[in-house]
């Protein structure tokens, strides 16, 4: 390993690839932003919003209907849109850098589902969203906030147990000596882990991956069959100890704490920038639902601010939890090799522009956390 770590030529040469690979969903996706945005903004600008709304109340007389069937023409326009883009990203360059297992039907119906999960959460959300709007109106943001707060914890509770099967078949993993390693581990690191679960991750993708998921009794740890098939005992119980060095150092808690403030202060700043721009459109109220796109503009906008910072404090967790991952099983080497092998078998950049990874990166890239790692004593 030391030799491979060594020839820096060898490494730029195996990551033009995985550069290729990044950059293009990288550019790809900021152009869909940006698309997105302009578009939706002409939308309102151009009295396209007004018209659908006046169009869906000619048939309609209850707000809460046209509300829900005015998203719903947005969002399949928004599909037939971008479905080229869609199909190019998720299936097509999964293909053409070998990195997928599925067939383009597969690729579809898992589509389908995600949207399904996706409607089935989402529904209830924006009606209540609505419901909150109307009656509290300016300060909608502040019940609201509240209500994402219940919902998420929810979420990452029933995440596991009920969210996750939907997709994957979530079995015990069957190697009882690494099984008997990893509750040793949990153990050392003050958790309570009764089974280690594998998920058929190769079914979409040759890609690897473990997670820490749940909440208080649906705390578990999750390994791809991927990660299970490819990597040593050894190399699997640095991953584990990554993982448990998130529950150690507290980061689900300080993530579910810091989630929460940023909502109630990205919701408050939606709410207030969506009243004071309301006329600029020709809006008169808020609860107009022609209006509604504004409050996603200014989301997109604010989240240019947001996403950095919380890009930067998810990446100091990860230094963190590399860190106990290397003091609690002593095998910095393994850890090292697991890490380079995650990289180049999800055909991650080793070495991204420092500027890319400050803005879009929440993990530091391979490069920077092996540095890290290393001058670790
Ligand atoms: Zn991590």
Known sequence: MGAKKCNRA??????????????????????????????LFVFIAFGFSTHLENYLRT???????????????????SSILFSPVNYYTGFYLEHKYNLSNQTFWKWIWEGCKETLVGLVIGVPLLL????????????????FA??????????AQIMPIVILPIFYKVTPIENENLKTRIIALSKNAGLKVENVFKFN???????????????????????GDTLLDNYTDDEIETVIAHELGHYKKKH??????????????????????????????????????????????????IGLVQEPISNY???????????????S?????????????????????????????????????????????????
């Open 252 to 301: 689900i808690i300080k993530n579910i704490f810091i989630g929460t403030v940023s909502s109630f202060l990205v919701f408050f700043l939606m709410a207030q920038l969506h009243y004071i721009s309301l006329t600029w459109f020709g809006f008169n109220n808020i609860i107009q639902v022609a209006s509604l796109p504004l409050l996603a503009l200014w989301g997109a906008l």
């Open 59 to 77: 048939f309609f007389i209850n707000d809460y209907l046209i509300f829900l069937l005015y998203l719903f023409v947005l969002g399949i326009a």
């Open 10 to 39: 060898d490494l730029t040469l195996d990551n033009t690839q995985a550069k290729k690979y990044s950059n293009t969903k990288l550019f790809i996706g900021i152009g869909e932003g940006i698309a997105s945005f302009i578009l």
């Open 313 to 327: 404090i998810s990446r100091k967790f990860e230094y963190e939890a590399d860190q106990y991952a290397v003091q």
């Open 329 to 377: 099983t002593n095998k910095k080497e393994a850890f090292i090799s697991t890490l380079e092998k995650l990289t180049e078998q999800n055909l991650g950049d080793k070495e991204p522009h420092p500027l890319v990874e400050w803005f879009f990166y929440s993990h530091p890239s391979i490069k920077n956390r092996i540095e890290a790692i290393i001058s670790l004593q």
């Open 146 to 155: 509240v209500l994402m707060f219940i919902v998420s914890v929810f979420l």
């Open 201 to 223: 991750m190769s079914k979409n993708t040759k890609k690897a991956n473990a997670a820490f998921t749940g909440l208080g009794r649906t705390k578990r740890i999750l390994l």
């Open 128 to 143: 209540l969203f609505y419901f909150v709007m109307r009656s509290f109106g300016i300060y909608w943001w502040l019940p």
